[in-house]
Nanobody, 123 residues
Framework: QVQLAESGGGSVQAGGSLRLSCAASAYTWRSACMGWFRQYPGKEREGVATLHRHYSNTYYADFVKGRFTISQDSAQKTVSLQMNSLKPEDTATYYC????????????????WGQGILVTVSS
């Protein structure tokens, strides 16, 4: 069963922090690559961060480097995105995704997606 469920979204003031979590089913957790993406209304989805679960390689979009951190908890089958120093332009719907292929880059195609969770940052 393919399942990815995001949690932890909400509203925060600029400069604040939020932690998103993504719980994966046992089947989905077999994927080697996990990622977080975001989407603004009317815009295409963009990559935020990826994590290769076996090698712990991580990749970040330039606009979140130094502010966001992706991590995994294998025991809980979760991938988290710690978001610090949030800006109003970080307001978007955030999606967790999984990919079974060998590479794990922001531009790769991801097969499995969560439903998305809204993050709102006010100025």
């Amino acid at each position: 069963q393919v399942q990815l469920a995001e949690s932890g979204g909400g509203s925060v003031q600029a400069g604040g922090s939020l932690r998103l979590s993504c719980a994966a089913s046992a089947y989905t957790w077999r994927s080697a690559c996990m990622g977080w993406f975001r989407q603004y209304p009317g815009k295409e989805r963009e990559g935020v961060a990826t994590l290769h679960r076996h090698y712990s390689n991580t990749y970040y979009a330039d606009f979140v480097k130094g502010r966001f951190t992706i991590s995994q908890d294998s025991a809980q089958k979760t991938v988290s995105l710690q978001m610090n120093s949030l800006k109003p332009e970080d307001t978007a719907t955030y999606y967790c995704a999984a990919r079974s292929g060998g590479s794990c880059y922001l531009g790769d195609q991801f097969e499995y997606w969560g439903q998305g969770i809204l993050v709102t940052v006010s100025s």
